[in-house]
């Protein structure tokens, strides 16, 4: 991705949303309660889906590689099915 002020600003709207999956889902492990536990778990599936919609706009506005873009949707997708069916199943839904 080449340098420019709209690719910085999405870039860095991504790699914040990006970091926050992990970091709200280290934050659950220390949870003090079961809610707490949920609530880190929904701030991360949250933090995945905005990261879903960086890539999707820089796909779409080729701003990135195709590829690499399509792949890092799919992981996210991924993950953020795996976080939701933890977060159902914690709630006793699934």
């Not at 690719?7 to 079961?34: C, F, H, M, P, V």
């Not at 880190?40 to 706009?57: A, D, G, P, Y």
């Not at 701003?63 to 709630?91: F, P, Q």
């Amino acid at each position: 991705m080449e340098r420019s002020p709209v690719n910085d600003i999405i870039g860095k709207q991504l790699l914040r949303s990006g970091t926050s999956i992990l970091a709200n889902y280290i934050e659950a492990n220390s949870a003090s309660s079961k809610k707490d536990f949920i609530n880190f778990f929904t701030h991360s599936l949250k933090s995945s889906n905005e990261s879903k919609v960086w890539l999707t706009i820089l796909r779409d506005l080729k701003k990135g590689e195709e590829k690499e873009t399509d792949w890092l949707l799919n992981e996210l997708i991924e993950i953020s099915n795996v976080i939701a069916s933890s977060i159902l199943t914690l709630k006793g839904k699934r």
